[in-house]
């Protein structure tokens, strides 16, 4: 356990669906961070988020839409996504945004598969 | 950005040290470097981090040249268990940026009977 949850652990969805993955954290960090994984590819950073303000947006499309009520829970609106979107999601976070010397504190990531 | 480069893959056998040397020529002299393991399916896990000399805990331990342009994760007496693909990433704490966090495409480490 590290302190971060992630739900769903695994999504099917269609290409005009919409979901969200849903992301806590228990830390009291106050940064929060979504990445994408896909297969054999390295871990790509989405979204960025420092008390509950999106920090960066790394050109990510609009078809991932994310969003942070409070300093722990992040979410990432899907819809309208590709199948080339299909890859592990995951949600971490850390207690200043961005910062070299802090450790990431990951989730176990959303498995999801666009058909 | 400091761009890190590490073998793509690594194979050991149990028991053996595992040294995994990532290269970091453009390291700033505010960066950290700082290891993370990740198992199929999971989130990266963090192991270890440093800045210059040697830095040990109790699973591994990082070695820093005095140049910082390279760094060695060194993995004592491996088990099976240690299979995962092992990440390094440099970062300053005082730059923010999505340039700060970049994972590269890490080794993977493969531990056989």
């Known amino acids: 356990e590290t302190g971060v949850t992630q739900t769903p652990r695994h999504l099917v969805m269609g290409m005009t669906n919409k979901k969200s993955l849903k992301c806590e954290q228990h830390?009291?960090?106050?940064?929060m961070y979504w990445y994408k994984q896909s297969a054999k590819k390295p871990l790509e950073l989405m979204f960025v988020y420092s008390l509950e303000e999106r920090v960066e947006n790394n050109s990510v499309p609009s078809r991932f839409s994310p969003e942070c009520p409070n300093s722990s829970h992040l979410f990432l609106h899907l819809h309208t996504l590709q199948p080339e979107d299909s890859a592990l999601y995951l949600c971490a976070s850390s207690q200043t945004p961005l910062a070299g010397d802090n450790e990431q504190f990951f989730g176990p990531g959303t498995r999801l598969t666009v058909l | 950005l400091a761009k890190t480069t590490q073998p793509i893959s690594m194979d050991s056998y149990e028991g053996q040290e595992v040294n995994i040397t990532c290269s970091h020529n453009n390291i700033a002299t505010n960066d950290y470097i700082t290891w993370y393991q990740q198992f199929p399916s999971q989130g990266p896990r963090f192991i270890i981090q440093?800045?210059?000399t040697k830095v040990t805990n109790e699973v591994a331990s990082l070695f820093i040249p005095a140049d910082r342009k390279s760094s060695t994760l060194s993995l004592p007496r491996v088990s099976l268990s240690d299979t995962a693909v092992y990440y390094c990433l440099v970062g300053d704490p005082g730059i923010t940026g999505f340039q700060k966090l970049v994972f590269g495409t890490g080794t993977r480490l493969l531990v056989s009977p």
């Open positions: 830390l009291g960090h106050n940064a």
């Open positions: 440093g800045y210059k």
